[in-house]
């Protein structure tokens, strides 16, 4: 669904009360209703809220079974494979794009003949530890989900999956790259396969950051500012939905716990589900890398951070943050801006094409 002109006008309010400049927020008294959360001491984080996170892995295999070098070498060449698009002009990374933290940094992103989508493309990066895909969690993991762009009408626009696979067979080094990548199979060049090589890519597109070192022990990994933005964090109550290594990623929930959201326009997972239940309900984003992928929440509609970290605060958990404390998560979330592996992720030579 589109994005209605009154949902912008209402945000653009919220943003400027989060943000604006008078001598209130500057003394760091509440702009909103909602409870107000007490101030936290600067100090280490304890045994008990340190457990309530997790340091990244390596990798998220599925089910167990690491892929192959030749499965991740195939995948990584199809997510940067334009064939794959109606057009020849849009591939995975165009709205995911690698080198820059896997969002595209767009409201909404473009795809087949300038097309629109209608929610906010989420990053890539550390996707394949999460419980479910997109923002409705209409796929079951990055396998399933790489299927799905590919045959959308706005994003790749393929017209099904003979059309794509008719260009991959027709291509020599396709062939070839199938064939080392699943042995044994007859016919390799298939749909799925185009979704278990490209996930097996994904899986390793993980971004340890400082807060990792700091879960494992390195005292001196964050600053003064940026433990009190952890342990504000934890005392607003945002890690009962943002915990584990990810951050997030592991629920699903309503949008507007604690008060009503002000935008109404995407029913969410009910549009998956169609229980009443699930109504306005999304799965929780990871917050890795939250300072490099906005704009921000399914819609994108929201520019700044802070802002968003003032709205999660008042519709989510009932609470109205002090412009210090947005300051201070704000600090600590920047800790979760975590590196890229550029080898791993570095654009191979495409096949030629035969067509």
Not at 177 to 193: C, I, L
Request: with cysteine; glycine share 10%.
């Amino acid at each position: 669904m589109r994005v209605m002109r009154g949902i912008f006008i209402g945000l653009a309010a919220l943003a400027a009360a989060c943000t604006g400049g008078n001598e209130a927020r500057q003394a760091g008294a509440p702009a909103m209703g909602g409870k107000s959360l007490a101030p936290v001491a600067d100090a280490a984080l304890t045994p008990a809220e340190l457990g309530l996170f997790r340091p990244l892995p390596a990798r998220t295999d599925r089910d167990g079974q690491p892929a192959t070098e030749a499965q991740i070498a195939l995948g990584r060449t199809l997510y940067y494979e334009t064939v794959l698009s109606q057009g020849h002009d849009v591939s995975c990374n165009s709205c995911h794009p690698l080198n820059g933290y896997g969002a595209d940094g767009r409201r909404v992103s473009f795809g087949h003949k300038g097309q629109q989508g209608s929610r906010n493309a989420p990053t890539v990066y550390n996707a394949a530890a999460q419980v479910a895909q997109f923002w409705d969690g209409r796929a079951p993991d990055v396998e399933a989900q790489a299927k799905g762009p590919i045959l959308n009408p706005a994003e790749m626009g393929m017209p099904d999956s003979a059309a794509v696979l008719a260009h991959l067979r027709g291509s020599a080094s396709y062939r070839a790259a199938f064939a080392a990548a699943f042995p044994g199979e007859a016919s390799p060049v298939t749909y799925d396969n185009v979704g278990r090589a490209i996930g097996a890519f994904e899986r390793g597109l993980m971004t340890p950051s400082r807060w990792d070192a700091y879960l494992h022990g390195d005292s001196s990994a964050l600053t003064g500012q940026e433990r009190r933005g952890a342990k504000t964090f934890v005392a607003a109550g945002c890690t009962a939905c943002h915990a584990g290594a990810l951050a997030g990623g592991q629920m699903f929930q309503k949008a507007g716990a604690a008060a009503p959201w002000p935008s109404a326009a995407d029913s969410g997972r009910y549009a998956v589900t169609h229980r009443a239940s699930d109504l306005f309900v999304f799965k929780v984003p990871t917050l890795r890398n939250v300072e490099m992928t906005g704009p921000y929440f399914s819609d994108g509609s929201v520019a700044s951070l802070d802002s968003a970290i003032a709205m999660m605060g008042r519709y989510q958990l009932g609470l109205t943050l002090t412009t210090p404390q947005i300051t201070d998560i704000h600090a600590w979330l920047r800790t979760l801006t975590g590196t890229i592996p550029v080898p791993y992720v570095a654009q191979p030579p495409l096949p030629v094409r035969a067509f």
